[in-house]
């Protein structure tokens, strides 16, 4: 079983859960220093270590006409704000070998995340992996868990083992996505911690024609589920309104409702990994 450093902190399949949470895109300085003292205020109550995650950029979105983000340059100086006040780790996509190249630079950000439609491209996985940061993998929605050892041998081709994967649902006839949970015990047969992603979990790709719907109202019920099951963290993408969210709304998590869930994950992880 592997053990990944980060911060003052490990991760590990057998360690207390670690919680990675943020709005799912950077939409200012302001917004997102507020959602980050939020999640800082609820963890350090709860006793929980957690990963601060927003996106740049989203490269992958429905519509040409939906919003992107504000970039690395911008984003980049807000990631630094967030980890000097709140002294946390952070987490953001990257989709490209540049977006590798540019935060292999900076200590801005500490684990690169690669996108669930991205997660078998093999220059895109070298070049993360060649950063020497922690690189989280979200399974592909096409993808079983007896292939994820193949994205392993890619990253650790580079030297580089410091390996997260994330389960976000499978693919299940159109617009609709299930969860497996047999696919958590599954991956962490291959050792590498496992983290359970509640909120892209309960998305309706493209469900809405030029954006993704979804039904955040399973998402304490799925997320429940995975840490019973037991996982090395959990991926709760959450906003203060997200009704009116630029991203992925629908599945996004109210912060009010933040902290009553993380509470009972809590009771759940210590009894399963009893």
């Known amino acids: 079983m592997k053990t990944i450093k980060i911060a003052d902190f490990e ?10 949470a943020g709005p799912c895109v950077i939409e200012s300085e302001s917004h997102s220093l507020m959602m980050a003292e939020k999640i800082a205020t609820i963890c350090q109550k709860q006793k929980i270590n957690f990963v601060f995650k927003s996106s740049f950029d989203k490269a992958n979105r429905s519509s ?5 983000g504000i970039g690395i340059n911008q984003a980049e ?23 590798c190249d540019f935060l292999s630079k900076t200590e801005s950000v500490d684990i690169l995340q690669i996108p669930a439609f991205l997660c078998r491209q093999t220059d895109l996985l070298i070049s993360a992996a060649k950063t020497n940061k922690i690189i989280n993998v979200k399974k592909g929605q096409f993808l079983s868990p007896y292939e994820v050892p193949n994205i392993f041998k890619k ?61 955040r109202e399973f998402v304490s019920t799925l997320s429940k589920a995975a840490v019973a099951v037991g996982v090395a963290g959990v991926f709760i993408e959450t906003h203060n309104n997200p009704d009116n969210a630029p991203s992925d709304g629908p599945n996004m998590l109210h912060i009010e409702n933040l902290e009553t869930l993380i509470s009972k994950l809590i009771e759940l992880d210590a009894i399963s990994k009893k």
Request: glycine content about 8%.
């Open 77 to 99: 100086k807000i990631f630094n704000k967030i980890k000097s006040n709140y002294n946390c780790p952070i987490l953001t996509d990257v989709h490209n070998e540049s977006h």
């Open 11 to 20: 991760i590990s399949n057998k360690k207390n859960f670690f919680l990675i």
């Open 155 to 215: 990253i650790e081709s580079s030297g580089n083992h410091n390996i997260l994967i994330t389960e976000r649902g499978t693919s299940f006839g159109y617009n609709n996505l299930i969860n497996d949970f047999k696919s958590i015990d599954i991956m962490k047969s291959f050792l590498y911690p496992v983290i359970f992603d509640a909120t892209h979990s309960v998305q309706e790709p493209g469900g809405l024609g030029e954006k993704s719907g979804g039904k």
């Open 64 to 68: 040409i006409s939906s919003n992107r």
